[in-house]
């Protein structure tokens, strides 16, 4: 299965994988969860406890005007949506989704030592509300 693996403070690679859970899981260390920010039928899959385990920020998560309004923490990859399953991105998704975080290279924001859980947490909450 074709995915696009995007780590943080690195550019977007595109990686074959299985597609076993065990490998999905390798790939963001540790338990995995999948959102649908995107039209496309896309998810976007990260570690499910990114933010509460301070891992560090990646890319935000964008409304259709470009406003962020959440940061995935950590590494996470773009996969295909099938029927039941995940499968390969097309060649114009890969395309599409590697443009998209080539140019959201980093989302850096400057957060004092020992904060950053916090503030990543209140963002969670307040996204959640």
């Given at each position: 299965?074709?995915i696009l693996v995007?780590?943080?403070?690195?550019?977007?690679?595109?990686?074959?994988?299985?597609?076993?859970?065990?490998?999905?899981?390798?790939?963001?260390?540790?338990?995995?969860?999948?959102?649908?920010?995107?039209?496309?039928?896309?998810?976007?899959?990260?570690?499910?406890?990114?933010?509460?385990?301070?891992?560090?920020?990646?890319?935000?998560?964008?409304?259709?005007?470009?406003?962020?309004?959440?940061?995935?923490?950590?590494?996470?990859?773009?996969?295909?949506?099938?029927?039941?399953?995940?499968?390969?991105?097309?060649?114009?998704?890969?395309?599409?989704?590697?443009?998209?975080?080539?140019?959201?290279?980093?989302?850096?924001?400057?957060?004092?030592?020992?904060?950053?859980?916090?503030?990543?947490?209140?963002?969670?909450?307040?996204?959640?509300?």
């Amino acid at each position: 299965m074709t995915i696009l693996v995007v780590e943080p403070m690195k550019t977007p690679t595109v990686q074959e994988i299985d597609g076993s859970l065990e490998s999905m899981q390798r790939i963001v260390g540790g338990d995995i969860e999948a959102v649908y920010p995107f039209d496309d039928p896309v998810a976007l899959v990260c570690h499910g406890e990114g933010k509460l385990l301070g891992l560090p920020m990646n890319r935000a998560l964008t409304d259709e005007s470009g406003v962020p309004y959440d940061i995935v923490c950590g590494t996470f990859f773009v996969v295909g949506i099938g029927d039941e399953d995940f499968t390969s991105l097309t060649e114009q998704q890969i395309e599409k989704y590697r443009k998209k975080y080539a140019n959201e290279m980093v989302f850096s924001v400057p957060v004092p030592s020992g904060n950053h859980k916090k503030q990543c947490n209140k963002e969670k909450n307040e996204h959640e509300r």
